[in-house]
């Protein structure tokens, strides 16, 4: 199993801030799994949403 990653990890791979990253799993698209205070991102989840991202 990979390691998880944290939305700091998450938005270093997107190349975006730590905020969007927040945004994007507290409007449920990108799942992220939450243990008591701590969130954590799988990184395959964050592989599929980058793959189901339209290309320009």
Do not use: H, W
Not at 26 to 33: C, E, I, P, T
Not at 42 to 54: G, S, T, V
């Amino acid at each position: 199993m990979d390691t998880m990653l944290t939305y700091r990890d998450a938005a270093k791979k997107l190349n975006c801030g730590e905020r969007f990253v927040r945004k994007l799993c507290a409007s449920r698209q990108l799942k992220a799994k939450k243990l008591g205070r701590i969130v954590r991102i799988d990184p395959a989840e964050l592989d599929r949403f980058c793959r189901a991202l339209p290309v320009r």
